[in-house]
């Protein structure tokens, strides 16, 4: 029996059954994962890949006079805004791994003004995912380690695969890193990090200001935050060099909050359009600490062949 296909079939069942989206929003037609326009591929013949979920880059639009809530990954203005995230983070964050980043009918920005469209409509989002998982591991993966990445909307998607992958393919995670948005909920397959070189684990943090700053919809209820500067759980301050701007800046995490606390940024950097606040710097929390990431993905992926082979 292939199991794999099996599991596609299953996950494909279970995501027709996990709701339906609000009454008359109009779905694109869905991505076939068999057609590889529907991903962005790099192979460096390397022995881990990086699976990268992209954020959300989408605002509505109008086709034929209705509003669309979901990006179209057929329509090539649209999959242009992904792509530019997609090309990105290969140059950011890969390295040499293996990279691998699917379209998906993410849901758009203005879904987030309201706690229930985004539960309703992401189910079309997680689905999307969900089968572009499970056909990467059928055609690509080939057995190989793995890490997961994703920064907000593709945060919530990787949280999502981790509660629903099989135990035999979670052993092969490398790390998965939930930038941008939050854990609320134990789980088996999500266990916090404790360091910079730890395996299977969840790396997650959101980063403000000041408490008054975040966004609840991104951070409240948060169960784990590391700080990705000195890979601490507690509340140590870091010194950091903005690679920007070249300001000293002190990373410190609230253990109470469980949000990343940034002094001495001296800049007005991009805001969230509708439910961005001063003081959040949510559009950091990948750029920011790019450098750290790459590097720290890097380690653990050799870490992880060291425990394979």
Excluded at 148 to 177: C, E, H, P, W
Excluded at 282 to 301: E, G, K, P, S, V
Aim: aromatic fraction near 10%; include cysteine.
């Amino acid at each position: 029996m292939n199991w794999t296909r099996l599991i596609l079939v299953l996950t494909t069942m279970v995501a027709l059954t996990m709701g339906c989206s609000p009454k008359g929003d109009i779905i694109p037609t869905e991505p076939d994962y068999a057609d590889t326009t529907q991903w962005y591929i790099v192979n460096r013949n390397a022995a881990v890949d990086l699976f990268y979920i992209v954020s959300t880059d989408c605002s509505d639009y109008q086709l034929e006079g209705k509003t669309i809530h979901y990006a179209d990954t057929h329509n090539d203005s649209l999959r242009a805004l992904l792509c530019g995230e997609m090309v990105g983070i290969d140059h950011l964050l890969a390295g040499q791994l293996n990279y691998y980043s699917p379209y998906y009918r993410q849901v758009t920005l203005e879904t987030y003004t309201s706690d229930s469209l985004v539960e309703a409509r992401m189910s079309i989002a997680y689905g999307d995912v969900r089968k572009a998982f499970s056909y990467y591991l059928e055609h690509y993966n080939q057995g190989r380690p793995f890490v997961l990445a994703g920064f907000s909307q593709g945060a919530m998607a990787v949280v999502d695969l981790l509660k629903t992958m099989d135990d035999s393919i979670y052993n092969r995670l490398v790390a998965a890193y939930v930038i941008g948005y939050k854990v609320t909920e134990p789980h088996p397959h999500i266990r916090p990090a404790a360091d910079s070189t730890d395996l299977g684990v969840t790396i997650c943090y959101n980063s403000v200001r000041d408490n008054n700053c975040a966004l609840p919809i991104l951070s409240e209820g948060n169960l784990m935050t590391i700080n990705p500067v000195n890979w601490r759980t507690d509340a140590t301050p870091a010194l950091f060099i903005d690679p920007r701007h070249s300001d000293t800046l002190t990373i410190t995490l609230d253990t109470t909050s469980r949000l990343l606390h940034i002094s001495g940024y001296k800049h007005n950097d991009y805001m969230l359009p509708l439910i961005g606040r001063e003081g959040n710097y949510h559009r950091l929390d990948l750029t920011l600490y790019a450098d750290l990431l790459r590097r720290n993905i890097a380690c653990r992926a050799a870490a992880m062949q060291l425990r394979c082979y």
